[in-house]
């Protein structure tokens, strides 16, 4: 089997993040109606991942075998203003194609990424959908646990 | 072909009143007199309860069970027909349950279920298990289909067969094993591209990797194109189609994308369960095939690509799934056997491997002297077929301990030509003493 190796990212991954985000915004979309896909995705996507892989307040890493982006991590840097502890890494997107994934490498991938984030949070927070049963075990394995919810439902109801 | 069709059709709508139903229950036991009854019935039956209460394998010994199968559908996916209902099924339910008994000596008892949904369906055949000694699955949809084959096969302590999936993936990997002697090729070398990738086809990738085809040297093609691990649907499929999707992960090594032109290019052989042609397949495609290409075009009533177009391709050896073309592949070469040969030893599920040999051993009648590109497969007509796939059934079922009453090959066909033999004389005697009236004439 082929080794995953773990870095951070470089702008010369983008097109092959973009492909990541899209396809990961789209398992989404599986679970929840709520969370309909834009057709501006790819612009939008792009944009996105190019601005935190230059920001100093995010970070990027991505999965790599045989030179191949595979799987990848975005994270924010955050201040929480009314809490302790005072510094938050937030896991916002992470993603790994099908063939890599229940090999351990996803937690590979978190791990390399928390290790980095450390160094400036003092707490690890993730965030992904609530019907999202996936990411759910995944990050409840990683003993990982619901702090903040967000709930959600159209401004106006449809009877 | 469409004129013939239409004759059945119309033959079947008008004597479907006259015969009213297709099968009906006749005791085998001598009744005289209401006394007998006694035995029978209360009070002597009490005791054989008891028996069985002691001994719950009796169940096996002293009631119809050992010979009884449901043929259990919902209707949700009926022949071409499609979604029509648990009763519009039951006339094609009828029919599977007669050819059991006919070819297999099984009895089947059809069952049409208002359970649409895979839980509730699930529960209720679970909850048919002491009744029967095995369970047939029929035309229920992709993908539920599979999760319901799954769950009850390993939760039930009877054989249970979803013959849209097993039966005909065993009887192509049946006249799979005959080509391929033929043109001399081995089953792990060859690059095998499947069309379609439904019930049928997903179980025979399945069956071909068991059987020694090396998965990475498959190439399955949807309606979507050629499935490969990095397809853009693929997290849809992880939920709505883990079987598809693991097979999207093993398959296709190469990672080839594209079409089916693309999938046929220099690939061995082409096994097409998609839908009717002709035309689905082009001739421009088969050309691209490897030498000596093995052509099995499925789809009924007419398939993917005409034999004679496959052929002028050139397609060495073509199969389809009609009776009026040579090398027919056809499940009903293999549902009455593997039933007979399960049923002989009291088995307790059918394995792969019975699968497998059932397969084997439908290809070995055809003995080398007259194997051919013409006849890689026997057909319907020979009825000692049956028995020969029966009893290597029943044998493999004994080997891998899977048989509450092993019996060795010889055993297994002697039983099976009993049953088979039997079923066929009472029904000719029925018919010449008129209880089954003759066909009405229209």
Known sequence: MTTVTFRKATLNDLDRLVDLLIRQKRLNEEFDPLLRLREDIAETGRKYLEEAIMSENSLVVVAEADGRVVGFLKADIKERLFYYPKTEGNIVELYLLPEYRRKGNGVKLLEYAVNILKERAEIITAEFPSLNEIATRFYTNLNFRAIISTYARETIIKK | MGVELEKSGKDAVRVAPYYAGKYEIVPKIPIKSLRDFAVWYTPGVASVSKAIVESPKLSFEYTSRWNTIAVVTDGTRVLGLGDIGPEAAMPVMEGKAVIFKYLGGVDAIPIC??????????????????????????????????????????????????DDQLGTASATLAGLINALKIVGKKMSDVRITLLGAGASNVATARILEKAGADPGKLILVDSRGILHAERDDMDELMLKNPWKYELALKTNRERITGGIAEA??????????????????????????????????????????????????????????????????????IFPSVFRGALDVKATTITDEMMIRASQALAEYVPEHKLSEDYIIPTMDDWRVYIHVAASVAEQASRQGVARTPLNYDEAYVKAVKLIARARSILERLMKDKFIKPFPEG
């Not at chain 2, 909850?127 to 229920?140: H, K, Q, R, V």
């Not at chain 2, 389809?320 to 090398?327: A, H, I, L, V, W």
């Open chain 2, 264 to 333: 046929l290019e220099g690939a061995d052989v082409l096994i097409a369960a998609s839908k009717p042609g002709p035309g689905v397949v082009k001739k421009e495609w088969v050309r691209r095939m490897n030498n000596d290409a093995i052509v099995f075009a499925l789809a009924n009533p007419v398939p993917e690509i005409w034999p004679w177009d496959a052929r002028e391709a050139g397609a060495r050896i073509v199969a389809t799934g009609r009776s009026d073309f040579p090398n027919q592949v056809n499940n009903s070469l």
């Open chain 2, 113 to 162: 279920l208002n359970a649409r949904e895979p839980e509730k369906f699930i529960e209720i055949v679970k909850a048919l298990e002491p009744s029967f000694g095995g369970i047939n699955l029929e035309d229920i949809e992709s993908p539920k289909c599979f999760r319901i084959l799954d769950t009850l096969r390993e939760s039930m302590q009877i054989p249970v067969w979803h």
